[in-house]
């Protein structure tokens, strides 16, 4: 009876194990980054897989973190269990050295191999130097508490009539590398599209480069990863991918829209 609570105690970790590793197992992530993953949503950007890959192995090193961990959990509470008729005293120690520099070492190495698995990838997603070579496809702006999207029309400069608008509707053609401008007009945003891997802070006074390039249509999630005041939670876009047919009409009524509304206002002026 003297190891029911070993058993009651063990059970928490011995759950959690149990868990994490059918978690694993049972979504694919075993096989790095082959979609399907039941925590990440649809990959639809070109570089998606090597984000995910990432993503995953760092997986792997939580889950076997993990598991050692609670597996000498068990096996201490086992061991140190207070039994009946035992007369041993508990003893003090100021740890020992050897594990010390074991631990602090391994950690180390692990951080630092994990800091240069990611440096080929985050290179070609986020350094300047390395962006994509195309005139910009938008300027996206944004603000508390939507997103201003600014294209620059058929002529592709900015500040010119045919210059046209959305809100919180970023219209982009699939199959082409999109490079947009992110800028913040009031406090930290960030924007995040989770379907292409993409995830930028907007920061007030900078105009940062963003890159990326859609494999699929559809309409996908556009949404504000930062707490950035009382309406963060209605910060929701969208991002619809046309094919390039479709998106050149939709360009062209997207225009005649806002010359419209432009006139409009001549109207009432
Ligand atoms: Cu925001």
């Known amino acids: 009876m003297y190891r029911f609570w070993t058993v009651f105690f063990a059970l928490v970790p011995i759950l959690g194990t149990a868990l994490c590793v059918y978690a694993f197992y049972n979504h694919e992530l075993l096989w790095f980054g082959e979609s399907g993953s039941w ?120 500040g010119t009539i045919d210059d046209f608008e959305s809100n919180s509707d970023f219209v982009v053609p699939v199959g082409r590398k999109i490079k947009m401008m992110l800028r913040s007009q009031d406090v930290l945003h960030s924007f995040f599209l989770p379907n292409m891997r993409v995830k930028q802070d907007a920061v007030p006074g900078l105009a940062i480069p963003v890159w990326f390039e859609a494999t699929k249509t559809g309409q996908y999630d556009l949404v504000c990863a930062e707490l950035c005041g009382w309406g ?13 047919e479709d998106y050149d009409r939709w360009q062209k009524s997207a225009i005649a829209e806002s010359n419209r509304a432009g006139s409009d206002e001549e109207d009432e002026e």
């Open 39 to 158: 925590w990440l949503p649809e990959d639809i950007s070109t570089f998606g897989k090597d984000i995910d890959r990432i993503f995953n192995f760092l997986g792997w090193i939580v889950m076997i973190t993990f598991i050692a961990c609670n597996i000498l959990l068990c096996w201490f509470m086992w061991k140190y269990a207070d039994k009946p008729g035992d007369t041993r005293k508990a003893t003090y120690s100021h740890g020992n050295h050897n594990l010390e520099v074991f631990w602090t070492s391994a950690t180390a190495i692990l951080l630092a191999v994990i800091a240069m698995s990611q440096l080929g990838i985050w290179m070609e997603i986020k350094f300047p130097s390395s962006s994509v070579d195309v005139p910009v496809f938008a300027n996206v702006t944004a603000r508390q508490f939507e997103w201003r999207i600014t294209y620059p029309g058929p002529d592709g400069e900015f």
């Open 232 to 244: 963060h939670y209605k910060m929701k876009g969208r991002l619809t991918v046309l094919s390039k």
